[in-house]
């Protein structure tokens, strides 16, 4: 798409996310130049949309992931990003006929982000955004329908420190249940382990170490992580790439059945012999 519209490259392979509004779609990235852009396909053709200059917003700083979605029942759009200058995060937000740009981080008296990955969703018009700050400490950006607040997860509930780059997040569907994944440190041989925080008032907060729970193989640790919910039963998988030499970088599932946790090698069972080479892409 980038080729076929003449538009600025992509810089690295973390700021590319998107979504659609039936066959309209939207897909946002990051520029060499540090610029966050909309490729838009109306239905028709496409085209692209500077949306930092749209919303006299800052340079994306290059490293941090990029978030975007929509808010209900508005459909109107949200993108937020680490700032080159600051690390803050920031919000570029379409109201429907204008771009707006605003730095959450100032604006909730938060900390900058520094690892690269960041995660988000949106439940109704409450807006939830989990980033990391220098100290590894997770934390949890959010939005009340009134303002912006900032909670540092490690300080208020002792969330383990983040061992990157595993990190996704998502409201449980019909209800208010919010559901974080991510890779923890360990404090053993530098492993890290696949940690859930879930809560059900965004205030207090359940922690399990996920990896001890189901005996299951220890993440890689330069590798990323998915999740989701299957409907209607609302079960919830977590996939991840294990660890090299303890696993042969296979895909590992846990499996929560509403019940209990389980713990699956995907790679296994599906009779392939090959490694996910996530591992080497993510070294080059």
């Given at each position: 798409?980038?080729?076929?519209?003449?538009?600025?490259?992509?810089?690295?392979?973390?700021?590319?996310?998107?979504?659609s509004?039936?066959?309209?779609?939207?897909?946002?990235?990051?520029s060499?130049?540090?610029?966050?852009?909309?490729?838009?396909?109306?239905?028709?053709?496409?085209?692209?949309?500077?949306?930092?200059?749209?919303?006299?917003g800052?340079?994306?700083?290059?490293?941090?992931?990029?978030?975007?979605f929509?808010?209900?029942?508005?459909?109107?759009?949200?993108?937020?990003?680490?700032?080159?200058?600051?690390?803050?995060?920031?919000?570029?937000?379409?109201?429907?006929?204008?771009?707006?740009?605003s730095?959450?981080?100032l604006?909730?008296?938060?900390?900058?982000?520094?690892?690269?990955?960041?995660?988000?969703?949106?439940?109704?018009n409450?807006?939830y955004?989990?980033?990391?700050?220098?100290?590894s400490?997770?934390?949890?950006?959010?939005?009340?329908?009134?303002?912006?607040?900032?909670?540092?997860?490690?300080?208020?509930?002792?969330?383990?420190?983040?061992g990157?780059?595993?990190?996704?997040?998502?409201?449980?569907?019909?209800?208010?249940?919010?559901?974080?994944?991510?890779?923890?440190?360990?404090?053993?041989?530098?492993?890290?382990?696949?940690?859930?925080?879930?809560?059900?008032?965004n205030?207090?907060w359940?922690?399990?170490?996920?990896?001890?729970?189901?005996?299951?193989?220890?993440?890689?640790?330069?590798?990323?992580?998915?999740?989701?919910?299957?409907t209607p039963?609302?079960?919830?998988?977590?996939?991840?790439?294990?660890?090299?030499?303890?696993?042969?970088?296979?895909?590992?599932?846990?499996?929560?059945?509403?019940?209990?946790?389980?713990?699956?090698?995907?790679?296994?069972?599906?009779?392939?012999?090959?490694?996910?080479?996530?591992?080497?892409q993510?070294?080059?």
């Open positions: 798409m980038v080729q076929k519209t003449g538009l600025d490259t992509l810089a690295g392979d973390t700021g590319v996310t998107g979504f509004i039936g066959n309209t779609q939207y897909v946002f990235y990051g060499k130049n540090g610029k966050i852009h909309l490729l838009l396909y109306n239905n028709v053709m496409w085209k692209d949309e500077n949306l930092t200059s749209k919303g006299h800052s340079n994306w700083n290059g490293f941090q992931s990029i978030v975007a929509l808010t209900a029942p508005n459909n109107q759009i949200h993108v937020y990003y680490a700032a080159a200058d600051s690390s803050d995060i920031h919000q570029l937000f379409f109201n429907g006929k204008t771009w707006s740009d730095d959450l981080t604006e909730a008296g938060g900390s900058p982000a520094i690892a690269q990955s960041m995660t988000g969703f949106s439940y109704g409450y807006q955004v989990f980033y990391v700050d220098w100290q400490h997770l934390h949890d950006l959010y939005y009340d329908n009134l303002s912006w607040n900032d909670v540092d997860l490690f300080v208020q509930i002792g969330a383990p420190l983040y990157g780059p595993g990190l996704t997040a998502f409201v449980v569907p019909g209800t208010s249940i919010l559901e974080v994944f991510y890779f923890a440190l360990t404090g053993y041989y530098s492993y890290t382990h696949v940690t859930q925080l879930a809560s059900s008032d205030s207090h359940n922690i399990q170490d996920l990896t001890n729970l189901t005996g299951a193989p220890v993440p890689d640790y330069f590798s990323p992580m998915t999740a989701f919910v299957t039963n609302n079960q919830m998988h977590v996939y991840y790439q294990t660890y090299l030499y303890d696993n042969n970088n296979h895909v590992n599932q846990l499996f929560y059945d509403g019940s209990s946790w389980s713990n699956e090698d995907l790679t296994e069972e599906a009779g392939s012999d090959d490694q996910t080479g996530l591992l080497y993510a070294e080059c």
